[in-house]
């Protein structure tokens, strides 16, 4: 696989991006998200990546802010949501043990007409039940949640359940209480310091505790050892992802994690 390169030349990058869907040069990996402490499978996240014809595998941290300033983010989201949907209603759901799929989105999408509708739409066309949806809330906050609050509590009288990105650190306990959410995810600045000094775990701390006060259940992004995954499991989070557990993988991928139904690393 060509190696993943930074964009030089961001308007070139802007231009490429409209034509890229229709290209098929999108595609969707899914990164698992289990059970601190039991390793059960949970869910996963749905992350979008960029076969670029000529660069090579572009991460979404090189084309998803030029894919913003372009107007596109949403149309891009749309896709990962379809993709998303469609690979998850295959997955096996026996009742003990119901996997999610989480799908990053962004306050533009749900400010659409018609909103809640089409995004019950795309999970009725792949068949796949709204309560194994999770829509996950990207660089939203204050005006932007007060905005599509009506479209939120509508998509979770369906079912769908809600997470907020970067609790600690983009999200914030204002934009909790701004938004009625079923799960944040802890920043991976607080996962990194949870098996270090103690002033530093204290952060991880008072966050869980402020999520568990509310009945929010809480992901933490990133852990990278065994020590951050018992730490985190020590202070009371449920959920837990990162390269310690896998790194993201294909449909085919994700679909043998699931049906094998726990990850121990």
Same mark, same amino acid.
């Given at each position: ?44 996240e749905a992350? @979008?990546r960029w076969?670029?014809?000529r660069r *090579?595998?572009? !991460?979404?941290?090189?084309? %998803?802010?030029?894919?913003? +300033? =372009? /107007?596109l ?27 999610f799929v ?6 533009e ?9 089409? @995004? ?6 792949? *068949?796949?039940? !709204?309560a194994a949806l999770? %829509?996950?809330l990207?660089? +939203? =906050? /204050? ?33 909790v209480k ?9 920043d ?22 402020? +999520? ?41 991928g ?12």
């Amino acid at each position: 696989m060509p190696r993943a390169a930074r964009p030089r030349d961001d308007a070139e990058l802007a231009s490429e991006l409209s034509q890229a869907i229709e290209r098929g040069e999108f595609r969707v990996e899914y990164q698992p998200i289990v059970r601190l402490g039991s390793g059960a499978l949970a869910g996963a996240e749905a992350l @979008v990546r960029w076969r670029h014809p000529r660069r *090579g595998t572009i !991460p979404p941290a090189d084309f %998803l802010p030029a894919a913003q +300033a =372009a /107007g596109l983010i949403a149309e891009i989201g749309d896709f990962v949501l379809h993709e998303a949907c469609r690979t998850a209603a295959d997955w096996p759901r026996p009742a003990d043990r119901t996997a999610f799929v989480s799908v990053n989105v962004v306050a533009e999408q749900l400010a659409a007409e018609r909103a809640a509708e089409q @995004v019950l739409s795309t999970t009725s066309a792949a *068949g796949l039940d !709204p309560a194994a949806l999770v %829509l996950e809330l990207t660089g +939203a =906050a /204050g005006d932007e949640l007060a905005e599509i609050g009506r479209v939120v509590d509508s998509l979770r009288e369906a079912g769908v359940r809600f997470a907020l990105d970067d609790f600690g650190h983009a999200t914030s306990l204002h934009d909790v209480k701004e938004l009625a959410v079923d799960m944040v995810k802890l920043d991976r600045e607080f996962v990194a310091g949870v098996d270090g000094p103690p002033d530093e775990a204290a952060f991880a701390q008072s966050l869980l505790t402020l +999520a568990d006060a509310r009945g929010i259940e809480v992901v933490a992004k990133g852990i990278e050892s065994r020590e951050q995954a018992w730490r985190l499991a020590e202070l009371g989070c449920r959920y837990g992802q990162g390269y310690f557990f896998s790194k993201p993988l294909g449909a085919t991928g994700i679909l043998a994690v699931i049906r094998q139904g726990t990850l121990r690393p």
